[in-house]
């Protein structure tokens, strides 16, 4: 029976999971993925997972939020008055795409509303999964060796 090895192309189909079991990527949405082992294509663990998979074979993994879309940092969480959003409605869980300055460069960046009051709003530049466990359920169905 063939395994994944280092080097070989595969293709999984998998699930993500949250700690509390909630789905929040699958590949029944996105189709199948395709890698090659050893090209830092996917995240490291879920790298690993596959290596020694059989066609057919399904295994579960968890992810540490450092790995994934890195810890929560602190600093990302700001403050900024009310009146930066005149006239537009906003509310706690809205997703809003910001202005940032990196490098000398303007991008527009996601961040979400965490708090509104009269005089602030409060917005967290965080990767919503940031810092947080997850569990990968992957499925290998193809295997392509180097």
């Given at each position: 029976m063939q395994r994944v090895k280092e080097n070989?192309?595969?293709t999984v189909v998998y699930d993500g999971l949250l700690d509390n079991g909630e789905l929040f990527e699958s590949s029944a949405d996105t189709g199948p993925?395709?890698?090659t082992l050893g090209s830092n294509s996917v995240l490291p663990s879920f790298e690993e997972a596959v290596l020694g998979m059989a066609v057919g074979e399904t295994k579960t993994v968890e992810v540490n939020g450092e790995e994934t879309f890195g810890a929560r940092r602190p600093e990302l969480i700001q403050t900024v008055d009310?009146?930066?959003f005149a006239g537009k409605?906003?509310?706690p869980g809205m997703v809003l795409?910001?202005?940032m300055e990196k490098d000398g460069a303007s991008?527009?960046?996601p961040a979400m509303v965490t708090a509104v009051d009269d005089a602030t709003v409060t917005i967290d530049?965080?990767?919503p999964l940031a810092g947080q466990k997850l569990t990968y359920r992957i499925t290998v169905k193809e295997i392509r060796q180097a």
């Open positions: 070989d192309s595969v993925l395709q890698f009310r009146a930066t409605e906003i509310q795409g910001m202005q991008h527009q960046v530049f965080n990767h």
